[in-house]
């Protein structure tokens, strides 16, 4: 028996496929070019739209920890809320392969700056979450004990 899909079920099946195993998986199966351009249109706010619905967990560990994701221990953001009377405010980790990485890769975007800023907007405005500064704080490209690329503060 022969399946037929469509162009536009295809891309409903790679967008839930970025949606469940990150941008980085899925753009190895069909090239980072085409989620971009094909997939989502190069519009990042239609990328962001996938991350909408994120499930808040409160840590068990520390209850300022707020962990936004689909799957247990598969945190897309995680919101630290122990320094909120800090003077930089509370910080956000964003996951490298689900949105951070492919953030840079819409043609709207240039520089990190600009990531950091759309990044900040879309928390803001989806989750309620307002952080006062848009500086990278701190990169962990290769840590096991992170597993995240930016610190938003």
Do not use: C
Not at 50 to 57: A, F, N, Q, T
Not at 136 to 151: H, K, L, Q, R
């Amino acid at each position: 028996m022969k399946y037929l899909i469509t162009e536009s079920q295809k891309h409903s099946l790679l967008k839930q496929t970025v949606k469940e195993n990150g941008f980085a998986l899925a753009s190895k199966m069909v090239g980072q070019d085409y989620l971009v351009h094909e997939v989502f249109n190069n519009d990042y706010n239609e990328f962001l739209s996938l991350y909408d619905d994120l499930e808040i967990h409160e840590s068990e560990e520390n209850p300022k920890l707020f962990l936004y994701r689909y799957r247990e221990s598969n945190n897309i953001i995680v919101y630290d809320a122990r320094d909120e009377d800090d003077e930089y405010g509370n910080y956000l980790y964003f996951n490298q392969d689900y949105i951070f990485g492919a953030l840079a890769l819409f043609s709207d975007i240039h520089s990190y700056r600009e990531t950091l800023k759309v990044l900040k907007s879309w928390v803001r405005e989806t989750y309620g979450i307002n952080i006062r500064e848009s500086n990278i704080d701190s990169f962990y490209p290769n840590s096991e004990d992170y597993g995240f690329f930016a610190t938003l503060r």
